[in-house]
């Protein structure tokens, strides 16, 4: 019986991993295609929607490295990573290069909106060119950090099968504790300490503004911003500290419960969006009502909406 229900329970975790999978690719897939609408076209008014839109397909090869692997090793006995060689070395190489430009993006979107309100003009950072630059040099970064996984990563077994860990690379077993700190403890450090000093200015705004319906946006990104925070702490933090210390005392079952709650964070923009960014779910809703070109014009009110424009713009500047 207790066989029986351990069975179950790894079967149960298999299948979440591969409902990720799917899930997070329509979700994310979902938030890069509305992110590139008429509506977030011009991203040079607002430079945080390319920091967005690679946050979207960098969640989505977090999806199909370790993760999928444990939908295939517990139901059909074997993993895609150990499958060929090239594969392993490109797979342990993805795994921890999603991760880590997934999270540095995320920081630097934190650091993005807290320029944007704690700055009067436009900085170094807000311009759409230098954005892009730095989603760049963030990608290369992590690249080159986890790069040896190429050269080093993986060896043959006696009998010939593949093995992820290699004598070539000895540093491989510590790697964890490496991401751990590139992945969670730096980042979400950081995301604390610049959603701070944003929540700071937001409460702020909402206190000094003129204008009323622009401190719905300010609340919008405000939640938004604290419920991504919080989320990173409890939904990865547990997985990337279980594989780097109790790797070889906790169960596998609950290591892969532990990574769905990882993952499961990868997959959540798109709801997020939907329930805290008004914009975005006004642009969801007109995509499937078939009425998202069309606005109304008020001209008796053209003064009250240029005020609203200018307060507004500023504030979505981050969204």
Sequence with gaps: MVD?????????????????????????????????????????????????RTIAIFDIFMLYGWNLDHFFSTVYGFEIQTSTMPLCRFLSFLNYFAAQTSAWLRVFICWDRYLSLSRLHKTWFSHSNNVLTVIACIIVCCAIINGQFFIFGCSFNADGSINAYSTAFQTYPTWDYLNLALYNCAPFILMVIFNSGVIYYLIHLRRTSTVQNSRIQHRSISITLVITTFLFLIMTIPSTVGFAFFSNTAGDTILYFLDGLLYSYHTLSFPLYIITFDEFRREVFGIITCNRNKRRVVPQTQTGVALHTIDATKVMAIA
Excluded: D, E
């Design 4 to 52: 029986s229900a351990i069975s179950n329970q790894q079967w149960i975790v298999a299948h979440v991993s591969l409902t990720l999978t799917i899930a997070g690719t329509v979700f994310n897939l979902l938030t890069f295609t509305i992110l590139c609408q008429s509506t977030f076209r011009n991203a040079k008014t607002r430079p945080t929607l390319h920091y967005m």
